[in-house]
Nanobody, 119 residues
Framework: QVRMVESGGGLVQAGGSLRLSCTAS????????MGWYRQAPGKQRELVAA???????NYADSVKGRFTISRENAKNTVYLQINSLKPEDTAVYYC?????????????WGQGTQVTVSS
């Protein structure tokens, strides 16, 4: 059983910043990928950023230069620093833990945290 707990969302003005946190607990393999996805109303869930347990990060083109993902392996915690927020960043942000790859991949999700950016 894996549990994911997120925090840090909220309402912020355009140009502002937020920091999201997510901690995973339970039966977690040390080699994994943690990331953040978001889903805006009427849109599909999309990958925002992900980082491997070895520290390799990748970002969606729309957030490069504004979002920074990091993690503390000892705490099974992943962070998303969000700067220069835009109204189009408004969405529910979901934390993800991925174990394995391809057909063997298992995904765990947080409950989601709302980020709302006012113009």
């Amino acid at each position: 059983q894996v549990r994911m707990v997120e925090s840090g969302g909220g309402l912020v003005q355009a140009g502002g910043s937020l920091r999201l946190s997510c901690t995973a607990s339970g039966n977690i393999f040390s080699i994994n990928t943690m990331g953040w996805y978001r889903q805006a109303p009427g849109k599909q869930r999309e990958l925002v950023a992900a980082i491997t347990s070895g520290g390799i990060a990748n970002y969606a083109d729309s957030v490069k230069g504004r979002f920074t993902i990091s993690r503390e392996n000892a705490k099974n915690t992943v962070y998303l620093q969000i700067n220069s927020l835009k109204p189009e960043d408004t969405a529910v942000y979901y934390c993800n833990l991925a174990l394995g790859a391809g057909w063997g991949r298992i995904d765990y999700w947080g409950q989601g945290t709302q980020v709302t950016v006012s113009s």
